[in-house]
């Protein structure tokens, strides 16, 4: 059974950081590229950022280019999200995501509110 579970969420001011991490389970974690989407109050799920199973690609919404990084850890893992820089537009619950046959698996959210 596919478990994603989100950490690292919390209130923040505008202009600061958080690290966001998601620990999986239940899947071939080496093998299987990873994202993070996340989701407004009253608003649909949105991607933010995605990365190959191996790290060596990237990919990112263009409303967080250069102030969000996405990671990983194969030994671990683990997929981080490091966000720089937070507007208050970035308040949102963050979901990790994986494709596992075709199948979206997603995490349980970790909330981020930015306050200006």
């Known amino acids: 059974q596919v478990q994603l579970v989100e950490s690292g969420g919390g209130l923040v001011q505008a202009g600061g950081s958080l690290r966001l991490s998601c620990a999986a389970s239940?899947?071939?974690?080496?093998?299987?590229?990873m994202a993070w989407y996340r989701q407004a109050p009253g608003k649909e799920r949105l991607f933010v950022a995605r990365?190959?199973?191996?790290?060596?690609?990237?990919t990112y919404a263009d409303s967080v280019k250069d102030r969000f990084f996405i990671s990983r850890d194969n030994v671990q893992n683990r997929v981080y999200l490091q966000v720089n820089s937070l507007k208050p537009e970035d308040t949102a619950t963050y979901y990790c995501?994986?494709?596992?046959?075709?199948?979206?698996?997603w995490g349980q959210g970790t909330q981020v509110t930015v306050s200006s």
């Open positions: 995501n994986a494709v596992v046959a075709g199948i979206f698996k």
């Open positions: 239940g899947l071939t974690f080496r093998t299987t590229d």
């Open positions: 990365i190959s199973w191996s790290g060596s690609r990237t």
